[in-house]
């Protein structure tokens, strides 16, 4: 790839993100307020505390482990809408393993944890992933469905046969505390950084944190992640070098629901200790936009995630300080996606036309030449 | 300045990362002449063809057509000025007519932009009545032979009033029956005065058929000379910048033992018909079995269920004695077998990969490449450092990507890497096709090289001369089978012709036979 390439690949998103912020404002300004102050606000609430800050942070952990899971299909062809339900069944399975095994000591259990939030969004990510290889049903259909199912079964579960007992609430018991991640507030003061007990922030930072890791390592380093590219570049060249497309297509699946099963690390694990019905409310969909502003690539799945993370941190202070709905922060978000795809697209096209290829008519996604590196 | 001339382009330089593809490069084409562009892989032909069209803008340079300087540099402006390019992937929607196809995308829409078929269908008839195209308006794309599509191409072109028409390698897809006849059609259409400026690597062609040649090297510009005042070798030293053999010697074959055997092979395509019916061949280690045919009866077929991309429906694949009908792709490369694939960028390369990754595509998971699930990028670095030296990649870098590489250099880096690792049998799909005549020489020598240290090797070749210098024996497929089969050296390219249209008692297949020799495409459901 050139250096104009690479630069406009990195250039796009943030002129995107300044972009949506300009449109934002216009929006603030139409509804009678001063775009200035808004956003002061917005970042004040992101940014203006260590609390603020270890909120975001918060916020970031689901949002990459998600959008680790949209964009590592992505690297397969694979367009895995799936992450809601995937996390969802992670959540389950990690509570239901939580309830079993409450006798474990924490050393034993939290790893044990882990490996059941992972296994549980794998198996979910499972079924369209061998559909897929196996009938060439489209995964973007049967994804969607999969969501559908894990919300309506796990609300099932908990609010029929898991329920706390005594409880109005549609929730499960706490899990066992040996199964809690412990919050960073605590190391976090032996290094200096005043990070108030009550903040959320815990240790599947720093998962999440592995989690980018591991996927860019499976990726780049890996046997099976140079047949996950190729496959996903090129399922005929893949085919002709003795890769078994459908098994590829299937290991891509699993993995990447393995990471958005992984949001129970934060939610059950780290922060709730229990499974709230509907408790998500669309992480796994912001998994995908989250995804595309990071071009799909894992370090830029973190730095999309931290962005989103701080919008919607920022959001809650100019909802309780200001008249403008918190609707306004939505708005930003789905402008800067838009902006990042069309931006994208421009991008491309002016590459695409200094290095002498003919303009790309996008591909169909589950074709998607990969190419972002 | 003068108007003899259709393009003037002075000083045209384009820069890429990795690759100073055009230097300095001027490149006169006078009105109404065939102007051919030869030179090495890499030299930078396409990309200057690319210039003239729009499709990529110089860093440097001017470019003035019909004396004239044009002053944008996309395509419409180009087109604008009469400048057509017939693409080498044909861009044609197989479900429609050729009228509708002729129509399709052209600029700009009169009638308030509704589709006018009946007016294209009028024109079409009349363009191919006046350069003898033979096409039907009315015929669908999907039922025309590679040959027809080109001239679809070409009429596509003209009907958007081309006067200078572009080919890049035209003639690298065709039989050698369709070249000939493409050739009477750019005669036609010089006659008619329009101007033509094609690329290619077969020097003959040039020869035969243009009035001037530009020579490039290196990105730059090595000479420009008259046709009829110069020789192929002459072409060659100023390409190559030195001798080149063009033709390689063959010394009798030592066969050994049998490596590959197939016996009474059959296959099925979509359509549920015999793509391949009762095949019976025999390569031995040390030899070469070369098999000829009009592309699209049975060759990409029968490559394709010996290297396990396609199943069997009766027979049997035998490799170094063992029964492996049917084994997957991956246990066949186990096995020893390389393949080299006849379309490199469908099924020989994943673009997008660096050079150094696709170097190893289908030994990717073995040792030194792989170990216990983990890549060793070391050596797969200094895999690709040694294959890029051995073959001559250019450019030398095997951190490039590989989609940005000249079409013959993609070609290069899958001979090399199939060439490498000493197989057992080796099956070669038009292994030359699109590399200069220096790499010619170069596969053809290796060829004959591995044969001689036991190889058994498979070769498909739509160049007869090709099939004729390098096989020790010659087999001959149409509509699914082989009809015939001859020793090398023993038959001459008249009687393999007729052969492979389906002559000489070859039409017991009783499947309907089109005027040029073709089985209807879509059973055999090759491209
Ligand atoms: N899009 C691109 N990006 C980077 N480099 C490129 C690109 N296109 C061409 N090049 C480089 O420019 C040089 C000239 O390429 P070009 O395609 O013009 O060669 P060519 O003469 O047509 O060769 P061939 O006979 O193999 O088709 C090569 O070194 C090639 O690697
Ligand atoms: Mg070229």
Same mark, same amino acid.
């Given at each position: ?23 934002? %404002? ?21 940014? #203006? ?69 992972? !296994? ?5 990510? !499972? ?51 040996? #199964? ?60 002709? !070098? #003795? ?56 370090? %830029? ?12 941190? #920022? ?59 | ?12 330089? @384009? ?60 395509? $419409? ?154 020789? @192929? ?14 033709? +390689? ?21 979509? @359509? ?10 025999? +390569? ?7 098999? $000829? ?118 070609? @290069? ?42 190889? $058994? ?26 009809? $015939? ?12 012709? +007729? ?29």
């Amino acid at each position: 790839m050139s250096r104009f390439a690479r630069l406009s690949q990195l250039l796009s998103p943030l002129v995107a993100v300044a972009a949506s912020f300009l449109v934002g %404002g216009l929006v603030v300004v139409a509804i009678g307020e001063n775009p200035f102050h808004i956003y002061a606000i917005l970042f004040r609430g992101a940014f #203006g505390s260590v609390d603020a800050i270890g909120l975001v942070l918060f916020n970031a952990v689901p949002l990459i482990f998600t959008g680790l899971a949209v964009a590592f299909a992505f690297r397969a062809g694979l367009f895995n809408i799936g992450g809601e339900g995937q996390l969802y069944i992670g959540a389950f399975v990690c509570t239901l393993a939580g309830l079993a095994f409450g006798g474990l000591p924490a050393l034993v259990l939290i790893p044990l944890l882990i490996l059941a939030s992972a !296994a549980g969004g794998a198996l979910w990510a !499972a079924v369209p992933g061998f559909l897929k290889a196996r009938f060439g049903v489209h995964e973007v259909i049967n994804t969607i469905m999969m969501n559908f199912i894990a919300v309506g079964l796990t609300s099932y579960f908990v609010i029929n046969m898991l329920r706390e007992p005594g409880q109005m609430t549609p929730q499960t018991s706490e899990i066992a505390f040996a #199964g809690h991640l412990p919050r960073l507030a605590d190391s976090l003061s032996l290094i200096g950084i005043p990070l108030p007990q009550a903040n959320p922030l815990n240790f599947s930072l720093v998962l999440a944190l592995g989690a980018v890791l591991l996927a860019w390592y499976i990726l780049y380093r890996t046997t099976l992640g140079y047949e996950i590219r190729a496959v996903g570049m090129n399922a005929k060249a893949a085919e002709y !070098a #003795g890769i078994n497309v459908r098994r590829t297509l299937v290991m891509a699946m699993v993995l990447s629901g393995a990471f958005a099963g992984l949001v129970a690390t934060n939610e059950i694990m780290g922060f709730r200790h229990r499974f709230l019905d509907n408790f998500s409310s669309g992480l796994g969909f912001m998994g995908i936009a989250v995804a595309l502003l990071g071009k799909n690539t894992p370090l %830029g799945v973190l730095l999309a995630a931290l962005l989103f993370a701080v919008l919607n941190t #920022g959001a809650l202070e100019i909802d309780i300080f200001t008249d403008v709905p918190r609707e306004l922060i939505l708005v930003l978000q789905a402008v800067t996606i838009i902006l990042v795809v069309v931006g994208n697209e421009v991008f491309a096209r002016r590459v695409a036309a200094r290095e002498g290829r003919a303009a790309g008519v996008p591909l169909p996604v589950t074709e998607a030449s990969g190419e972002t590196k | 300045m003068s108007e003899r001339h259709a393009v003037q382009m002075r000083g045209i330089t @384009k820069r890429y990362p990795r690759a100073l593809a055009n230097d300095r490069v001027d490149l006169d084409v006078e009105v109404g002449e065939v102007h051919a562009i030869v030179g090495e892989n890499g030299a930078g032909k396409s990309t200057i063809m690319k210039v003239l069209y729009g499709l990529t803008p110089p860093d440097e340079g001017s470019i003035s057509l019909w004396g004239k300087e044009l002053s944008g540099h996309r395509p $419409a402006d180009a087109i604008r000025e009469g400048v057509g390019m017939v693409h080498q992937h044909f861009m044609l929607v197989d479900t429609l007519t050729v009228a509708e196809n002729v129509v399709l995308g052209a600029e700009p829409c009169s009638h308030g932009c509704l589709l006018d078929v009946a007016a294209a269908r009028e024109r079409v008839r009349q363009l191919s009545s006046e350069y003898g195209l033979s096409l039907d308006p009315d015929d669908l794309i999907e039922n025309l032979s590679v040959g027809l599509e080109q001239r679809v191409e070409i009429v596509k072109v003209l009907y958007r009033g081309a006067k200078i028409l572009i080919l890049d390698e035209p003639t690298g897809v065709l039989t050698p029956q369709e070249v000939r006849e493409l050739f009477v059609i750019l005669r036609a259409l010089r006659e008619a005065g329009r101007t033509i400026i094609f690329i290619t690597h077969k020097l003959e062609e040039v020869l035969e058929l243009a009035d001037r040649i530009t020579v490039m090297r290196d990105g730059r510009v090595a000479g420009v000379v008259s046709a009829a005042a110069t020789t @192929k070798e002459e072409l060659a030293r100023m390409m190559v910048g030195r001798d080149v053999l063009l033709r +390689v010697t063959r010394e009798e074959a030592r066969p050994g033992e049998p490596v590959l055997q197939v016996a009474g092979l059959s296959a099925i395509g979509r @359509k549920g018909s015999h793509v391949l019916e009762g095949i019976d061949l025999e +390569v031995r280690s040390g030899e070469i079995l070369g098999v $000829a045919g009009v592309q699209g009866n049975g060759q990409t077929e029968l490559v394709e269920v010996i290297t396990g991309l396609r199943r069997a429906s009766a027979g049997s694949v035998t490799v170094c004695g063992r029964e492996t009908t049917n084994r997957s792709p991956r246990q066949m490369r186990d096995l020893g077998v390389a393949h080299i694939p006849e379309d490199r960028q469908a099924r020989g390369l994943v673009l997008g990969f660096t050079v150094a990754e696709n170097l190893i595509l289908g030994r990717h998971h073995r040792k030194p490449f792989s170990s216990r699930g983990l890549l060793s990028l070391d050596d797969i670095r200094t895999h690709a450092e040694r294959l890029i030296e051995e073959h001559d990649l250019r450019p030398r870098d095997p951190d490039g990507d590989a989609g940005h590489l000249s079409g013959g250099n993609q070609q @290069k880096l899958i001979v090399a890497r199939e060439f490498d690792g000493g197989p057992a049998l080796l099956v070669a799909s038009q292994p030359t096709r699109g590399v200069d005549i220096g790499a010619i020489e170069f596969v053809h020598t290796s060829l004959l090289r591995m044969r001689d240290q036991g190889a $058994a090797i498979l070769l498909i070749s739509a160049e007869l001369t090709e099939i004729m210098t390098l096989s020790d024996s010659i087999a001959v497929m149409y509509g699914g089978k082989i009809v $015939a089969q001859f020793e090398g050296g023993a038959v001459g390219e008249e009687e393999l012709g +007729v052969a492979m249209t389906g002559g000489a008692g070859a039409s017991a297949g009783g499947s309907a036979v089109r005027s040029d020799g073709r089985p209807p495409r879509h059973e055999m459901g090759a491209r």
